[in-house]
């Protein structure tokens, strides 16, 4: 393969398409006679310029829009340092992925490479060096290890490990084509389970960034690869942020994918932690129901959906997600960040604790947090002494408990129950509701313990 720089072949290549086409070959002897390699990839150029037309004109709003793929398919063979490219693996929206080899140690690698389009920007240039900054820090089963970062005659790139699978974005678009079949379609028993636990190693990699400031701000399924032993790796670290640096982001813009953004997030609000636990949150919703929390297809009435309305139970749309899991992927989809989990590692151990047949902590996330965020003002001293003996509640106005129909008797028996304890808020002495809520929510996780043991 020819290791030409873009830099040396770019002003060729021009003069040679503002050339008619019988001309060319003529003029690359004449340019390249004592350089071979050269010319063998100016030819190469020109056969992708055919295929591929108008992939070198200045950059422009025309140019931004055109899939980078167009712009990409030029480095197939260049070398960028210690790294020769060899194939397109794919594109984002400023970069490109492309299977490598490191030549010094002989290894396979991805080379994520800046579009040549927009190497003039300084803000796509800073967001790039803040990814390889942050990423460079990582070292965790997973998540992706980096092995170098560098700019070569003007193009900027990271070499990182080479994952090779499917996406589980892949895995859930298959599963959704296959939905209603016996080979597919909505997860059974086992692959909850499965998926809970990619969620909980994927939460343990998470836990390792924020330890070390960086907030990933893009999780989504995408970016989540099964390793050839089936495990979950983080990749992609594109709009990545240094907590102890400032934001080189464009004003105005927005990073992440709005249909897996934390409410803060499509408020233009700073995104934390919490802000990944969202995502992830969002990512567990998927697997287990194969849809998202909102689908809406405007952007804008998706960002609303996502601000302000509370995702349907995932149980409602697969009865094998258990009342435990439920209250995890709920807890992490909260609106408010003070709600969700505090951290990637709670997460992960509240997982970690359902699987191991124990309720977990979201449990406690509960009735009278619920009860908190309708209730009057004047009635919040009143509902704020329930928070303390609120106990898996969450679920009393869900389907926790729908299943058998011989249940049902006992649901609708719990709904009025609870109905009744609501209405004493705030008129009854505090005391006498504490009573009845303590008696509710110890025969309420009785209940949620023998169906955790059912499924």
């Given at each position: 393969m020819t290791s030409i720089p873009w830099s040396e072949a770019k002003p060729l290549l021009s003069t040679l398409l503002g050339l008619p086409p019988e001309q060319r070959s003529q003029r690359i002897e004449e340019l390249t006679k004592d350089n071979p390699k050269l010319r063998a990839e100016l030819v190469r150029l020109l056969d992708v310029h055919a295929a591929h037309p108008g992939f070198l004109e200045p950059p422009g709003k025309d140019s931004i829009e055109r899939p980078l793929r167009e712009t990409s398919l030029a480095f197939v063979g260049c070398r960028l340092g210690d790294f020769e490219l060899e194939a397109l693996i794919g594109t984002g929206g400023s970069s490109s992925v492309y299977r490598a080899r490191q030549l010094s140690l002989g290894r396979p690698a991805a080379v994520k490479l800046l579009g040549h389009q927009f190497c003039l920007s300084d803000n796509a240039r800073a967001r790039f060096q803040r990814e390889a900054s942050a990423a460079s820090k990582l070292r965790h089963d997973a998540i992706v290890s980096i092995y170098s970062y560098g700019e070569h005659e003007g193009a900027h790139y990271i070499a990182m490990e080479l994952v090779e699978g499917r996406t589980v974005a892949e895995l859930i678009e298959?599963?959704?084509?296959?939905?209603?079949?016996?080979?597919?379609?909505?997860?059974?028993?086992?692959?909850?389970?499965?998926?809970?636990?990619?969620?909980?190693?994927?939460?343990?990699?998470?836990?390792?960034?924020?330890?070390?400031?960086?907030?990933?701000?893009?999780?989504?399924?995408?970016?989540?690869?099964?390793?050839?032993?089936?495990?979950?790796?983080?990749?992609?670290?594109?709009?990545?942020?240094?907590?102890?640096?400032?934001?080189?982001?464009?004003?105005?813009?927005?990073?992440?994918?709005?249909?897996?953004?934390?409410?803060?997030?499509?408020?233009?609000?700073?995104?934390?932690?919490?802000?990944?636990?969202?995502?992830?949150?969002?990512?567990?919703?998927?697997?287990?129901?194969?849809?998202?929390?909102?689908?809406?297809?405007?952007?804008?009435?998706?960002?609303?959906?996502?601000?302000?309305?509370?995702?349907?139970?995932?149980?409602?749309?697969n009865r094998n997600v258990p009342p435990g899991l439920a209250a995890i992927c709920a807890k992490a989809l909260a609106k408010q960040p003070a709600q969700r989990y505090s951290s990637a590692a709670a997460m992960a151990e509240d997982l970690g604790r359902w699987a191991a047949g124990s309720p977990p902590l979201a449990l406690d996330r509960s009735w009278g947090e619920r009860i908190r965020e309708r209730v009057p003002a004047r009635r919040v001293a009143a509902a704020a002494l329930l928070l303390v003996l609120g106990f898996g509640a969450y679920f009393g106005s869900t389907s926790v408990l729908a299943g058998p129909s011989a249940k049902e008797r006992e649901l609708q028996a719990l709904r009025e129950r609870k109905a009744l304890i609501e209405e004493r808020?705030?008129?009854?002495?505090?005391?006498?509701?504490?009573?009845?809520?303590?008696?509710?929510?110890?025969?309420?996780?009785?209940?949620?313990r023998q169906s955790e043991k059912e499924n």
């Open positions: 298959e599963r959704r084509k296959n939905e209603g079949k016996p080979s597919g379609g909505l997860p059974d028993a086992g692959v909850v389970r499965l998926h809970a636990g990619w969620v909980e190693r994927i939460a343990r990699g998470l836990q390792h960034c924020h330890d070390h400031g960086v907030v990933h701000r893009d999780v989504k399924p995408h970016n989540i690869v099964l390793d050839a032993n089936g495990l979950p790796r983080l990749v992609d670290f594109g709009v990545a942020k240094l907590l102890e640096f400032g934001d080189a982001t464009a004003h105005g813009l927005i990073p992440g994918t709005l249909g897996y953004m934390s409410p803060e997030q499509t408020r233009g609000e700073p995104a934390d932690a919490r802000s990944d636990v969202y995502s992830l949150g969002i990512v567990l919703y998927e697997l287990l129901t194969l849809r998202r929390p909102f689908e809406q297809a405007d952007p804008a009435a998706l960002a609303s959906a996502i601000a302000n309305e509370r995702p349907v139970p995932a149980a409602k749309f808020i705030g008129k009854a002495p505090p005391d006498e509701v504490v009573k009845d809520l303590e008696a509710f929510n110890q025969y309420l996780l009785l209940l949620i």
